[in-house]
Antibody, heavy 125, light 107 residues
Framework: QVQLVESGGGVVQPGRSLRISCTAS????????MHWVRQAPGKGLEWVAF????????KYIDSVKGRFTISRDKSKNTLYLQMNSLRVEDTAVYHC??????????????????WGQGTMVTVSS | DIQMTQSPSSLSASVGDRVTITCRAS??????LAWYQQKPGKVPKLLIY???TLQSGVPSRFSGSGSGTRFTLTVSSLQPEDVATYYC?????????FGQGTRVEIK
């Protein structure tokens, strides 16, 4: 079935780095833009980053620009989020989600219809 | 960046009540508005997209309306399983901003 599975979360000290992953199955990964969304404990949803279907376009929320990098590997059906210079306020469950559908280079804006279960990232000394 | 503002931030209603949540965008987003439901401890679930189109499998007691900058999510007859936090989101620009959420409880 259509599925997204995150991995790689954990406890890390402030200022350190962590890479989390999201493996897709059940659909043609390379036809969809992908997103990372996070949720701090007891807080609401916060969109973090976007990558286009072919990896050529990336967007970030201001608070992570220059620290986080989103990427994707078509051969592995996997989405990544490299997080550097982590801060206590980055502590959250990180979800990947499926976005815009693209065909022959033409993309259509879509809501996030598929979500992974999330991976917890805790930044603490 | 487009800001999304929901009201109220929380509400308490009785089973069978009609419940309405409002979402306002700081600038026009046409109908590129989605509503999500997040039950306690669960992953967010897409309820409505394109402001008023029900996602497959979503009960018909849920409905959405609006365009431009003002949108509403309505539950025609609140059920115990509808206890959740509801979020709106614009999806035509980056950042794909979420509203702050509306917590719905049973009175």
């Amino acid at each position: 079935q259509v599925q997204l599975v995150e991995s790689g979360g954990g406890v890390v000290q402030p200022g350190r780095s962590l890479r989390i992953s999201c493996t897709a199955s059940g659909f043609t990964f390379s036809n969809y833009a992908m997103h990372w969304v996070r949720q701090a404990p007891g807080k609401g949803l916060e969109w973090v980053a976007f990558i286009s279907f072919d990896g050529s376009n990336k967007k970030y929320i201001d608070s992570v620009k220059g620290r986080f990098t989103i990427s994707r590997d078509k051969s592995k059906n996997t989405l990544y989020l490299q997080m550097n210079s982590l801060r206590v306020e980055d502590t959250a469950v990180y979800h990947c989600s499926r976005g815009d559908a693209c065909s022959s280079g033409i993309c259509h804006w879509r809501a996030f219809d598929i979500w992974g279960q999330g991976t917890m990232v805790t930044v603490s000394s | 960046d487009i800001q999304m503002t929901q009201s109220p931030s929380s509400l308490s209603a009785s089973v069978g009540d009609r419940v309405t949540i409002t979402c306002r965008a700081s600038q026009g987003i046409s109908n590129y508005l989605a509503w999500y439901q997040q039950k306690p401890g669960k992953v967010p679930k897409l309820l409505i997209y394109a402001a008023s189109t029900l996602q497959s499998g979503v009960p018909s007691r849920f409905s959405g309306s609006g365009s431009g900058t003002r949108f509403t999510l309505t539950v025609s007859s609140l059920q115990p399983e509808d206890v959740a936090t509801y979020y709106c989101q614009n999806y035509n620009t980056a950042p794909r901003t979420f509203g702050q959420g509306t917590r719905v409880e049973i009175k």
